[in-house]
């Protein structure tokens, strides 16, 4: 990373890391100010100013945090047959940046500089704000701490700062972002998965907005237990669909502008046809494809596919039905959701309970072994506040019983026995509590 502070290098750190270790890329991130503190605490006297250049120890400090991240990074790689390690820090003129390139050349890294230029002021104040009220490191910190500190910060970087350019840095890679906007200038871009993430900073929004989920209603198919099909919705689900649209209006602000999306499958389309927003319709959204297991029940699939039930329990993240999909399949092709989700805001997804569990995943952060053994519940509204620094999760029950779609591991039978929801974060209310509704 590149860029004076508070240009959202560290909000575009966490994003990309999430992404890629969502795509199964072993991606780390190395965030320069941890090890900045670590090296004032033990260099550096109480009063001394780790941003005053005139301070020698100060200087020392900040000298000794960039080789510890360079020597972290290397050891990460020693540990990795590939991998993006992203480097968190300021890296603020020519000659640090040339140090890097070339320390990670000689031990055969690519490097890719992503600089976020911003001198639009009020998009810097903005930021500054979020990272305020949302980022871990201000946690404790008033607003008036904050920007003092960072303005601190921003002055003494301004003084060595050195945007990239092709006339000075034409041999390197880079992307440069901006003003935290989607114009970019990208330089010496050379492999595939360089390109996936200049594809998404192009995509990647700022700005705080809500993404709404839900799984279809229930389907007879789920009356039945029987997994995947074609099936219609049950008189329940059809219940689902028509307090869905109550729900839309009760609790999505804004919702003149919302957009409904939908697989190609009748039970979402079905649950979605009471809401007058308009639609997309994506194939990238249908149910994990059970392949010949398609239409069987859990104790079916027990029965007849023994080896396969067994496989399924021991890694569900990895396991491919037979002609059919894996989750690891079911990320690979959620990819262009998740590129439009990061451009959009306003978007209610109404999916099925794998397709629901991977992107819920990306939001939270899940890790792949859990996110198959989420429990998203059928009748739920699930609202995601996604902030510079944080997602915030709130599930609204609809209060309209349905069956359990959820199988544990080691069972065939339906229905859970213990407390799954751990995974899936956030507050539970119910469309119908009268204190929600009053003090909404
Ligand atoms: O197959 C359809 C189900 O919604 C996926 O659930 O991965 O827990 O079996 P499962």
Redesign the pocket.
Known sequence: MVGLPARGKSFISQKVRRYLSWLSVPTQSFNQSSYRKKRAEALMRKDDDLFDPSNERAREARRLAHEDSIAAILEWFNTQEAGVAIYDGANINREIRKEIYTTLDEHGIQTLFLESFCNDESKVRANIMDINKTSPDYADKSAEFTVADLEKKINFYSEFYEPMDVEHEGDYTFIKLLNLSSDLLINRIQSYLQSRIVFYIVNLHVKPRYIWLSRHGESQYNLEGK??GDADLSERGWKYARKLKDMVNEYIPNNENLQVWTSTLTRTQQTGSFLPYPKKTWKALD??D?GSCDGLTYDEIAEQFPGDFKARDDN?FEYRYPGGESYRDVITRLEPIIMELENQENVLVIT???VLRCIYAYFMNVHQEDS?WMSIPLHTLIKLDIRAYDTIVTRIKADIPAVS?Y?EKGTSKLGETKDNSKILAGTVISSTHPEVLASK
């Open positions: 997994i995947g149910e994990l059970a569900k099925h309970q794998a198959p779609t199988k």
